[in-house]
């Protein structure tokens, strides 16, 4: 069993946490999560590391006793190597999910490779448009791209409205894994949980987030207790299958914000929450007056708000859409894993930029609530990218690291989809319950309290 690591250590250290109690977590078991030059497997298990000791951190303030006796949390790298690929193990009424398009994934371009990111009908219509493809075939687009340099198909498909990248040869610039900013306000009195591995009981939590890595972080906060109701427009279709992944702990309603009523309603909400999550590129809820200096001037005292983006929060890139697969093409992730001097870009053995950072957001979220609120967190896929090129030490033994079985880790419930079998949470705090209900189906409400 590993006391703590170094990753775990960075993680806490950039969150705020006390040194002094990186050791009461502990790691046990094998990992899937070990394969090829980045250390995955150790950011991996920091992640919900942090997670799981932000949670226990949490329960002994609410309890009212002092930080220094936070209960040590063992966990275990088969939960955590089955949960960052949570998307392969679901099954929706025993059928497989659809992961990848046929339109997303690598192509050769003139002079490299592109990656392509078209799950959604509105960017493979716009990928279509961007390069006047003849039909929506991986055939037609591939024909396309090669004749075509790599940044041209960027550039066009980006202008479109469409989601492409260059694969990149080097890494990135650096980017910070979170940056903290304190409004100095103090929220209300949470009191004793009743509970101690639910201690985010009775927090109601406004979900802004698509996709993974916002989804992961506030299923993970309703995993231990909190009200999420996550709030889309129903002018922006989702996926079935992963709100199915990651839908567990919340419920989820429509709104559109261009709708008066709808404002209205959303407006009320966001005057009873005590953290909202955003998982929108920056610039697209400053539209709403949603950013994150709107929502603490207006939200209640106390509020916490964590946003996540894909590229980070300054630079060119910082407006763009952007998706974890993207995000190692571009910051040099995928050519650290491909076959060598233009050879296929290749990928992490997991989402893990996604998922890693998931658990990092929801980690920032019961750390700033120990401290009582009045605090905004960013992240982005970007950060957690730069944190493992650079920082994330390689130091757990590489023997065993696939040796685990994912089994011990998958569990079925019913649900709003039918019967899934989905990959239980790697914290060690139980399980959900109940599966999610069928996406935007819920009343856009707050449970009592």
């Not at 089955?82 to 025993?94: D, N, Y």
């Not at 890693?356 to 967190?377: D, E, K, N």
Request: glycine content about 16%; charged content about 20%.
């Amino acid at each position: 069993m590993t006391i703590f690591d170094g990753g775990t250590r960075q993680a806490w250290g950039a969150l705020g946490g006390a040194d002094e109690l990186v050791g009461r977590v502990a790691y046990r078991g094998g990992s899937g999560l070990g394969e090829g030059p980045l250390p995955v497997r150790e950011l991996a298990r920091a992640t919900v590391g942090v997670c799981a000791l932000a949670a226990a951190e949490l329960a002994v303030v609410r309890a009212g006793r002092a930080a220094d006796e936070v209960e040590p949390v063992v966990v275990d790298e088969g939960a955590v190597a089955t949960a960052f690929v949570s998307e392969r193990h679901l099954r929706v009424a025993g059928r497989a999910p659809v992961n990848f398009a046929p339109l997303s994934g690598f192509w050769r371009a003139a002079d490299g490779w592109v990656r392509t990111h078209a799950n959604y009908p509105h960017h493979r219509a716009a990928l279509v448009r961007a390069l006047g493809l003849p039909s929506a075939t991986p055939e037609a687009l591939r024909d396309a791209v090669a004749g075509r340099g790599a940044v041209e198909v960027q550039e066009l498909a980006y202008g479109a409205g469409g989601l492409a990248v260059a694969v990149a040869g080097e890494y990135g610039d650096p980017q910070p894994l979170v940056e903290v900013r304190e409004s100095g306000s103090v929220g209300r009195e949470l009191g004793p949980a009743a509970q101690p591995w639910r201690p985010a009981a009775g927090v109601r939590v406004l979900d802004l987030t698509r996709v993974i890595a916002g989804p992961v972080a506030t299923r993970t906060l309703g995993l231990l207790g909190a009200d999420v109701l996550r709030i889309d427009s129903p002018r922006l279709a989702e996926s079935d299958d992963a709100h199915a992944d990651t839908g567990f702990g919340k419920r989820s309603a429509l709104l559109d914000l261009a709708d008066a009523g709808d404002r209205a309603v959303f407006e009320g909400l966001l005057a009873e929450a005590d953290v909202v999550v955003t998982g929108y590129r920056p610039g697209a809820l400053e539209r709403y007056g949603l950013g994150a200096e709107e929502l603490m001037a207006r939200g209640r005292a106390g509020l916490v708000v964590a946003e996540l983006c894909a590229w980070g929060w300054r630079g060119p890139w910082a407006g763009r859409r952007g998706f974890d697969s993207l995000v190692q093409a571009g910051y040099g992730v995928a050519a650290a894993y491909g076959d060598g001097a233009g050879g296929a870009p290749g990928a992490l053995p997991a989402q893990a930029l996604d998922h890693g950072t998931g658990y990092l957001v929801a980690a920032g979220v019961l750390r700033a609530l120990a401290a009582g609120g009045g605090r905004s967190l960013r992240f982005s896929l970007a950060g957690t990218a730069s944190w493992l090129v650079r920082e994330v030490p390689a130091d757990v033994p590489a023997c065993g690291a696939g040796a685990y079985a994912a089994e011990p880790w998958l569990r079925e419930v019913e649900s709003g989809y039918g019967v899934l079998r989905y990959a239980g949470s790697p914290l060690p705090f139980g399980g959900w319950g109940r599966g999610p209900s069928r996406w935007g189906t819920d009343r856009a409400e707050w449970l009592p309290r």
